[in-house]
Structure formats: structure tokens, C-alpha cells
């Protein structure tokens, strides 16, 4: 099945294992997902990083890391623009969120977030490793369709209500 899937995406690689729904339970349609991975035979993901208000998942295939994405909450204040993953040579604004840039391995996104009754941020980074495996340009189009479709999801399963 998945490998029909991967046909149908125009992908000449297969992959053994099935494409889940989800980024450590966050809900992610699987074509947004797909171009985010490498082929293989087992996928696994794991929040071990993670904690309350900081959402933290890798995705595993065949034991290497190919996607790593962090959300936080952070005080209303703090702008996350000045965080090292917002000094990323070469990115480009994308529209998720309030603000948002995307580069070859980086994608980031802000917006205001209410938790726990208080007005916070809530931000997120995705990091897709392995980047010389393939072309720079459709990378940055699979991450900005990533965060376009993660983020919102992600911000409210980190307990965010607007």
C-alpha cells in the first residue's frame, strides 16, 4: 500500500513501512508528511524531549533521524526571533502564523498563544536532516507544507486556545 502511495506522489523510492497520520500525535495528512522522509523499512517516532507546554518529536527511519520538530510556549514578551534557530543563512518568510521562515533544512513559525489563561507565544522549529540526499528547492516546499498543515495542529494539542 505504501508503496502505491509513494507511485502515485511521483517518488521513484519505496519505503516499507506505513505512513502515519500523525507527528508524535500531532495530525499530519500523510502526502504532507511523505516528502519529509526518507525510504526504508521501519519508521519510528519518540517525544522522550518532550515536556509539558514543549511539545518534542523525532521521526526515525531505518534508525537514522531524517525530521526533528520542538514547539514551546514561551512568555508573551519573548521575541523568538532572536533564538538560534531564527539565524538561519539563506531563509525566506513563509505565511503560517505571525511570522515564519523557512530555509533548506529549517522551517520556524510564531504565533500568539493562550495557555493556561495567560497570553503567550507559541513557537515551533522543524529540522529535516539529511539534506544532501535531495533537491534544496523541493525541501523548502515540503517544509513550508509541513508547518502550513503542522502548526495549527500542533498549537492546539500543546494546550493553546487561540
Request: with cysteine.
Given at each position: 500500500?505504501?508503496?502505491?502511495?509513494?507511485?502515485?506522489?511521483?517518488?521513484?523510492?519505496?519505503?516499507?513501512?506505513?505512513?502515519?497520520?500523525?507527528?508524535?500525535?500531532?495530525?499530519?495528512?500523510?502526502?504532507?508528511?511523505?516528502?519529509?522522509?526518507?525510504?526504508?523499512?521501519?519508521?519510528?517516532?519518540?517525544?522522550?524531549?518532550?515536556?509539558?507546554?514543549?511539545?518534542?518529536?523525532?521521526?526515525?527511519?531505518?534508525?537514522?533521524?531524517?525530521?526533528?520538530?520542538?514547539?514551546?510556549?514561551?512568555p508573551a514578551?519573548?521575541?523568538?526571533?532572536?533564538?538560534?534557530?531564527?539565524?538561519?543563512?539563506?531563509?525566506?518568510?513563509?505565511?503560517?502564523?505571525?511570522?515564519?521562515?523557512?530555509?533548506?533544512?529549517?522551517?520556524?513559525?510564531?504565533?500568539?498563544?493562550?495557555?493556561?489563561?495567560?497570553?503567550?507565544?507559541?513557537?515551533?522549529?522543524?529540522?529535516?536532516?539529511?539534506?544532501n540526499r535531495?533537491?534544496?528547492?523541493?525541501?523548502?516546499?515540503?517544509?513550508?507544507?509541513?508547518?502550513?498543515?503542522?502548526?495549527?495542529?500542533?498549537?492546539?494539542?500543546?494546550?493553546?486556545?487561540?
Amino acid at each position: 500500500m505504501t508503496a502505491a502511495l509513494l507511485a502515485v506522489a511521483g517518488c521513484s523510492n519505496t519505503s516499507q513501512y506505513a505512513m502515519p497520520g500523525d507527528v508524535c500525535g500531532v495530525p499530519v495528512a500523510p502526502s504532507v508528511l511523505e516528502p519529509l522522509l526518507l525510504p526504508g523499512e521501519k519508521l519510528e517516532q519518540t517525544t522522550a524531549l518532550s515536556r509539558p507546554g514543549a511539545p518534542h518529536c523525532f521521526v526515525q527511519v531505518d534508525k537514522e533521524t531524517v525530521l526533528g520538530v520542538q514547539g514551546e510556549v514561551v512568555p508573551a514578551e519573548t521575541d523568538p526571533t532572536v533564538r538560534r534557530e531564527w539565524q538561519v543563512h539563506g531563509a525566506t518568510k513563509i505565511d503560517v502564523g505571525d511570522a515564519a521562515l523557512v530555509s533548506d533544512i529549517n522551517v520556524v513559525a510564531v504565533a500568539p498563544c493562550v495557555h493556561e489563561g495567560a497570553n503567550r507565544r507559541f513557537v515551533v522549529q522543524a529540522e529535516r536532516f539529511y539534506p544532501n540526499r535531495d533537491d534544496a528547492a523541493k525541501r523548502r516546499e515540503a517544509l513550508t507544507r509541513f508547518m502550513t498543515a503542522y502548526f495549527p495542529a500542533a498549537k492546539k494539542a500543546a494546550g493553546c486556545t487561540s
